[in-house]
């Protein structure tokens, strides 16, 4: 932590104080944490016994398998995220019309999306449109992460330099062509990281699967514990499960962070008439913030929300 | 809409325990989330691994399996609670991990002068913190909280999955006892969310517009 302005570097007697408070709550953690696992162990929970179905093959392969479980999370996580991004596009290019009679409509229908729980949209799907129950996680994820992902591309195009649209008007563009040829893509690359983070949200969010007993990972783990005796298993089966999840939803954060670092590297500008380079083109955050302070109306694009 | 106004106690009764979790989740969750964020900027190594470790794993762990370890695993290892208060426990632990970034992404937005400044006049961490940084920290704080708060809202509903009678709770029975009025009645909920979700929306628009500090 040597960014930090909080505090000074620290010297000889605060390094002393700061290593001994470390050790300190070290200690009292480390003597909370083997309190836990002693009572786990006590309980019997790192016997073999309790681990041994994670052994079998029937455990992990066929029908009733966690590994099948998996595959349904996350051809729910996929197809969400593709039906998602293009309820994003068309909210986005609905939010952005010129026309009052699809920008209105488009904002209530978008607004009330939003504003519902996501468990609701797939009961929803679920109940009315009786689509089963993996296709109403998919259906429902898509849009109510659909309407946030437009909302961000949305922003995205509002916070483009204005000369962009003017040159692409000038060049004989047609209005609609301006937006699909020149803004939306420049907006989707300032955008990502925050469309990335919205998809680890879509992926967390596919567990809701289980409430309606869609076959996921956490409908099919329960089934297994239970098959083999709750009793025993449950606790091991959850771990297991934890892991997965951590598994999958860090390593696509990290992606999501990995992506945000690229975007926000300036742009190589191209070289001028005489050799020098051009400025690059403003496309960071900073230019969010300008555009935000110029047009007090317009939100800034809100972070991905839990 | 019909089979909604018929069952006004239901629905009163659907409110009242959404409300009262989110209340709860908030009193409890917003102290340990902004202590946590403490921890994660302070001084002290084992404070700042603790609290960087606890957010990670609560933010990218799926509030159902939170809610799954509360009503299925604790039970069977000798620890059962009642619905109720493992909800409770459950949004608190998901939903505190999010007040820490909050509050923390609260704290970076202080311009670095001030602490620079506050540090060259000789405060240590913790007057640094509480006199000058804190104080300023508020005003960019309440609104990203706000929407941790609406989002809270919104994850009340997975407690449906799991015994506790909440707002999503009254559409699912209701839309399994008047078949032909679902849409009405999803509508309906999504409705009675909205009254709560869009004034603290509204709320936190005002609040960010009237307190932006040029700078």
């Known amino acids: 932590m040597s960014g930090t302005v909080l505090y000074d570097a620290p010297g000889p007697k605060a390094r002393r104080v700061s290593r001994t408070l470390s050790v300190v709550f070290a200690v009292v953690f480390a003597a909370l944490l083997g309190f836990g696992v002693y009572q786990l162990w006590l309980g019997g929970a790192f016997y073999a016994d309790r681990w041994d179905i994670f052994l079998q093959a029937g455990t992990w392969t066929g029908a009733g398998g966690l590994l099948a479980g998996l595959t349904t999370t996350l051809s729910a996580f996929v197809l969400g995220s593709l039906l998602a991004l293009v309820v994003g596009f068309a909210f986005a290019l609905a939010r952005a019309s010129k026309s009052q009679a699809v920008r209105i409509p488009a904002t209530i229908v978008l607004e009330f999306f939003r504003g519902m729980p996501v468990l609701l949209m797939i009961l929803f799907v679920f109940i009315v449109a009786n689509t089963g129950a993996f296709w109403a996680v998919v259906i429902a994820l898509g849009i109510y992460n659909g309407a946030i992902i437009g909302e961000a591309i949305r922003s995205g195009i509002a916070a483009l330099p204005r000369g962009q649209r003017e040159s692409g008007l000038a060049l004989g563009l047609g209005s609609f062509q301006t937006t699909i040829l020149i803004e939306l893509p420049q907006s989707i690359r300032t955008m990502l990281p925050i469309i990335i983070a919205q998809l680890v949200v879509l992926l967390k969010d596919t567990a809701l699967g289980y409430i309606v007993s869609s076959a996921d990972l956490i409908t099919i783990g329960r089934r297994l514990a239970n098959f083999f005796g709750a009793g025993q298993y449950a606790l091991s089966m959850f771990f297991v499960m934890l892991a997965i999840y951590l598994a999958l939803n860090l390593t696509l954060s990290w992606v999501a962070r990995f992506v945000s670092r690229q975007v926000s590297k300036p742009r190589k500008g191209g070289k001028n008439l005489d050799g020098t380079r051009t400025a690059p083109l403003q496309l960071s955050t900073q230019a969010l913030r300008v555009q935000h302070e110029r047009d007090e109306t317009e939100q800034t694009p809100e972070p991905p929300r839990p | ?215």
């Open chain 2, 1 to 215: 809409m019909q089979a909604l106004f018929e069952n006004g106690d239901l629905w009163l009764q659907g409110m009242g325990s959404t409300l009262m979790l989110v209340a709860i989740t908030t009193l409890i969750g917003l102290p340990f989330g902004a202590v946590l964020a403490g921890m994660r900027v302070s001084p002290v190594a084992a404070f700042r691994v603790a609290s960087t470790i606890y957010i990670e794993v609560a933010r990218n762990t799926p509030l159902t399996l939170v809610f799954f370890f509360m009503a299925f695993v604790l039970p069977r290892v000798g620890l059962t609670l009642d619905f109720l208060v493992g909800a409770v426990a459950a949004l608190t632990f998901y939903t505190s991990a999010f007040f820490a970034e909050a509050v923390r992404s609260g704290i970076n937005s202080v311009a670095v002068g001030q602490a620079e400044a506050a540090r060259s006049v000789g405060l240590g961490f913790g007057q640094t913190m509480t006199l000058v940084i804190l104080p300023q920290a508020i005003r960019s704080v309440v609104p990203p909280l706000i929407n941790v708060i609406i989002a809270l809202t919104k994850n009340t509903s997975v407690a449906m999955g799991f015994f506790v009678f909440v707002l999503t709770s009254v559409a699912q029975r209701l839309s399994n006892d008047y078949g032909n009025q679902a849409l009405q009645i999803f509508i309906g909920i999504a409705l009675s969310y909205l009254i709560i979700t869009v004034p603290l929306g509204q709320l936190a628009d005002y609040l960010e517009k009237k307190w932006r500090v040029q700078r």
